[in-house]
Protein backbone atom coordinates (compact mmCIF):
# COMPACT_ATOMS: atom_id res chain seq x y z
CA UNK A 1 0.00 0.00 0.00
CA UNK A 2 1.20 3.39 -1.17
CA UNK A 3 1.79 5.83 1.74
CA UNK A 4 -0.19 9.57 1.09
CA UNK A 5 -1.17 10.43 4.29
CA UNK A 6 0.20 10.36 7.82
CA UNK A 7 -2.50 7.58 8.91
CA UNK A 8 -2.00 4.72 6.53
CA UNK A 9 -5.57 4.07 4.56
CA UNK A 10 -6.02 0.54 6.03
CA UNK A 11 -9.53 -0.95 6.19
CA UNK A 12 -9.81 -0.26 9.58
CA UNK A 13 -9.04 3.77 8.99
CA UNK A 14 -11.37 4.16 6.58
CA UNK A 15 -14.65 5.61 6.35
CA UNK A 16 -16.14 5.37 2.76
CA UNK A 17 -19.03 8.69 2.65
CA UNK A 18 -21.39 8.41 0.68
CA UNK A 19 -22.47 12.27 -1.48
CA UNK A 20 -23.58 10.64 -4.19
CA UNK A 21 -26.89 11.78 -5.80
CA UNK A 22 -28.23 8.38 -3.68
CA UNK A 23 -27.80 10.29 -0.58
CA UNK A 24 -31.05 11.87 0.47
CA UNK A 25 -29.27 13.43 3.12
CA UNK A 26 -27.96 16.11 1.10
CA UNK A 27 -30.85 17.61 0.19
CA UNK A 28 -31.37 18.83 3.99
CA UNK A 29 -27.45 20.30 4.03
CA UNK A 30 -26.74 23.94 2.52
CA UNK A 31 -24.66 22.94 0.40
CA UNK A 32 -23.31 26.47 -0.89
CA UNK A 33 -22.25 27.29 2.77
CA UNK A 34 -19.29 25.86 3.36
CA UNK A 35 -19.54 25.66 6.55
CA UNK A 36 -22.43 23.90 7.00
CA UNK A 37 -21.22 21.42 3.86
CA UNK A 38 -18.29 20.90 5.93
CA UNK A 39 -20.05 20.84 9.44
CA UNK A 40 -22.56 17.45 7.56
CA UNK A 41 -19.10 15.68 6.11
CA UNK A 42 -17.45 15.45 9.78
CA UNK A 43 -20.27 14.20 11.45
CA UNK A 44 -20.41 11.14 9.32
CA UNK A 45 -16.96 10.47 9.42
CA UNK A 46 -15.85 8.72 13.30
CA UNK A 47 -12.94 9.93 15.01
CA UNK A 48 -9.86 8.99 14.27
CA UNK A 49 -10.69 8.18 10.66
CA UNK A 50 -10.51 9.62 7.14
CA UNK A 51 -13.57 9.66 4.96
CA UNK A 52 -13.18 8.48 1.64
CA UNK A 53 -14.90 8.24 -1.69
CA UNK A 54 -15.70 9.50 -4.99
CA UNK A 55 -14.41 7.49 -7.96
CA UNK A 56 -16.42 7.94 -10.89
CA UNK A 57 -19.13 8.68 -8.54
CA UNK A 58 -22.29 10.63 -9.46
CA UNK A 59 -23.28 13.45 -7.50
CA UNK A 60 -25.27 16.14 -7.61
CA UNK A 61 -23.57 18.26 -5.26
CA UNK A 62 -22.24 20.10 -7.84
CA UNK A 63 -25.05 22.25 -8.25
CA UNK A 64 -23.52 24.06 -5.81
CA UNK A 65 -21.22 25.68 -8.05
CA UNK A 66 -21.50 27.39 -11.67
CA UNK A 67 -17.99 26.00 -12.06
CA UNK A 68 -19.76 22.53 -13.18
CA UNK A 69 -22.38 24.44 -15.58
CA UNK A 70 -21.75 24.51 -18.85
CA UNK A 71 -23.02 24.02 -22.33
CA UNK A 72 -26.45 22.67 -20.74
CA UNK A 73 -25.27 19.51 -19.61
CA UNK A 74 -23.91 19.41 -16.07
CA UNK A 75 -20.86 17.80 -15.03
CA UNK A 76 -21.46 15.51 -12.48
CA UNK A 77 -18.96 12.53 -12.81
CA UNK A 78 -16.20 12.43 -10.14
CA UNK A 79 -12.55 11.50 -11.72
CA UNK A 80 -10.43 11.58 -8.60
CA UNK A 81 -10.59 9.93 -5.41
CA UNK A 82 -11.41 12.12 -2.22
CA UNK A 83 -9.82 11.76 1.00
CA UNK A 84 -11.25 14.04 3.87
CA UNK A 85 -9.10 14.90 6.63
CA UNK A 86 -8.41 17.42 8.69
CA UNK A 87 -7.13 20.73 7.14
CA UNK A 88 -2.99 21.31 7.48
CA UNK A 89 -2.54 17.20 6.93
CA UNK A 90 0.62 16.35 5.58
CA UNK A 91 0.42 14.64 2.36
CA UNK A 92 2.86 12.68 0.64
CA UNK A 93 4.05 11.65 -2.67
CA UNK A 94 3.21 7.35 -3.31
CA UNK A 95 5.96 7.63 -5.84
CA UNK A 96 9.30 8.83 -6.58
CA UNK A 97 8.15 12.08 -9.40
CA UNK A 98 8.95 15.52 -10.54
CA UNK A 99 6.60 18.43 -10.75
CA UNK A 100 5.12 18.45 -14.21
CA UNK A 101 2.74 22.05 -12.92
CA UNK A 102 1.13 23.91 -10.31
CA UNK A 103 -1.43 26.55 -9.96
CA UNK A 104 -3.88 28.06 -7.76
CA UNK A 105 -7.47 27.68 -9.38
CA UNK A 106 -9.16 30.09 -7.73
CA UNK A 107 -12.98 30.03 -8.69
CA UNK A 108 -15.12 28.90 -6.26
CA UNK A 109 -15.80 24.84 -6.32
CA UNK A 110 -12.55 24.67 -7.99
CA UNK A 111 -9.71 22.89 -7.00
CA UNK A 112 -7.61 26.13 -5.71
CA UNK A 113 -4.01 25.93 -5.22
CA UNK A 114 -3.42 22.45 -7.40
CA UNK A 115 -0.42 20.56 -8.00
CA UNK A 116 0.58 18.05 -10.68
CA UNK A 117 3.36 15.21 -10.78
CA UNK A 118 4.64 13.49 -13.45
CA UNK A 119 6.24 9.67 -12.86
CA UNK A 120 7.26 7.22 -15.22
CA UNK A 121 5.31 3.76 -14.55
CA UNK A 122 7.04 0.82 -16.18
CA UNK A 123 3.45 -0.79 -17.08
CA UNK A 124 1.90 2.39 -18.11
CA UNK A 125 3.87 4.80 -19.22
CA UNK A 126 4.02 8.25 -18.20
CA UNK A 127 1.58 9.17 -15.02
CA UNK A 128 -0.15 12.68 -14.35
CA UNK A 129 -1.08 13.08 -10.29
CA UNK A 130 -3.34 15.70 -9.66
CA UNK A 131 -3.46 17.10 -5.90
CA UNK A 132 -6.37 19.58 -5.36
CA UNK A 133 -7.77 21.48 -2.59
CA UNK A 134 -4.46 22.33 -1.03
CA UNK A 135 -3.25 25.24 0.75
CA UNK A 136 -1.71 28.15 -0.66
CA UNK A 137 1.58 27.45 1.41
CA UNK A 138 1.83 24.33 -0.61
CA UNK A 139 2.85 26.14 -3.39
CA UNK A 140 4.28 29.19 -2.40
CA UNK A 141 7.87 27.84 -2.78
CA UNK A 142 7.04 24.94 -5.63
CA UNK A 143 8.99 25.02 -8.51
CA UNK A 144 8.58 23.32 -12.13
CA UNK A 145 10.46 19.90 -12.52
CA UNK A 146 11.44 19.91 -8.62
CA UNK A 147 11.54 16.27 -7.89
CA UNK A 148 10.20 14.38 -4.94
CA UNK A 149 11.18 11.12 -3.90
CA UNK A 150 8.43 8.41 -2.65
CA UNK A 151 7.66 9.32 0.63
CA UNK A 152 8.64 13.06 0.86
CA UNK A 153 5.50 15.85 1.85
CA UNK A 154 4.38 17.56 -1.44
CA UNK A 155 1.81 19.70 -0.07
CA UNK A 156 -0.70 20.04 2.65
CA UNK A 157 -4.63 19.66 2.74
CA UNK A 158 -6.54 23.39 2.58
CA UNK A 159 -9.29 25.07 4.76
CA UNK A 160 -11.66 27.02 3.02
CA UNK A 161 -12.12 28.96 1.39
CA UNK A 162 -8.37 28.72 0.03
CA UNK A 163 -9.00 25.08 -0.94
CA UNK A 164 -11.69 26.03 -3.71
CA UNK A 165 -14.43 26.31 -0.69
CA UNK A 166 -14.63 22.76 -0.06
CA UNK A 167 -14.70 21.13 3.37
CA UNK A 168 -10.81 20.15 3.49
CA UNK A 169 -10.09 17.24 1.45
CA UNK A 170 -7.53 15.92 -0.85
CA UNK A 171 -8.44 15.43 -4.53
CA UNK A 172 -6.64 13.13 -5.64
CA UNK A 173 -6.59 11.89 -9.43
CA UNK A 174 -4.44 10.12 -11.89
CA UNK A 175 -4.05 10.62 -15.78
CA UNK A 176 -2.59 8.91 -18.83
CA UNK A 177 -2.27 12.57 -20.74
CA UNK A 178 -2.65 15.98 -20.06
CA UNK A 179 -4.50 16.84 -23.19
CA UNK A 180 -2.34 19.50 -23.33
CA UNK A 181 -3.26 21.47 -19.82
CA UNK A 182 -1.29 22.88 -17.46
CA UNK A 183 -1.78 23.75 -13.35
CA UNK A 184 -5.32 21.59 -14.21
CA UNK A 185 -7.17 19.02 -15.50
CA UNK A 186 -10.87 17.92 -15.49
CA UNK A 187 -11.48 16.68 -12.08
CA UNK A 188 -15.62 15.97 -12.77
CA UNK A 189 -16.95 15.24 -15.95
CA UNK A 190 -20.37 15.11 -17.73
CA UNK A 191 -22.20 11.71 -18.18
CA UNK A 192 -21.70 12.19 -22.21
CA UNK A 193 -18.12 12.70 -22.04
CA UNK A 194 -17.75 9.61 -18.90
CA UNK A 195 -16.55 7.64 -21.52
CA UNK A 196 -13.83 10.05 -23.36
CA UNK A 197 -12.20 10.41 -19.47
CA UNK A 198 -12.30 6.57 -18.76
CA UNK A 199 -9.53 6.24 -20.85
CA UNK A 200 -7.68 8.82 -19.45
CA UNK A 201 -8.57 8.52 -15.69
CA UNK A 202 -6.74 5.76 -13.63
CA UNK A 203 -8.55 4.16 -10.85
CA UNK A 204 -6.98 5.55 -7.58
CA UNK A 205 -8.04 3.02 -5.61
CA UNK A 206 -5.65 -0.01 -7.58
CA UNK A 207 -3.05 2.36 -7.81
CA UNK A 208 -2.66 3.00 -4.05
CA UNK A 209 -3.70 -0.18 -3.09
CA UNK A 210 -7.10 0.30 -1.31
CA UNK A 211 -9.80 -2.10 -1.73
CA UNK A 212 -13.39 -0.90 -1.79
CA UNK A 213 -15.55 -1.98 1.17
CA UNK A 214 -18.89 -2.57 0.11
CA UNK A 215 -20.12 -1.32 4.22
CA UNK A 216 -18.40 0.63 6.76
Known amino acids: ?3 ILPLPLLP ?3 YWLD ?3 QNK ?3 EVELVNTQSFSDYVFDQIPKGKIGIGGWLENRAIYKRSEHFQQ ?3 ARTIHLGLDLWTDALTPIFTPVACKVHSFKNNVSFGDY ?6 EHLDSKLGNIFTLYGHLSQNSISKLKIGQYFDQGDQIGEVGNFPENGGWPPHLHF ?3 KSMEGKFGDFPGVCSVNDLDYFSKICIDPLEFLGIK ?3 EN
Open 25 to 27: ELL
Open 12 to 14: ENL
Open 71 to 73: NNE
Open 19 to 21: ISE
Open 1 to 3: MKK
Open 212 to 214: KEL
Open 173 to 175: QLM
Open 112 to 117: GPTIIT
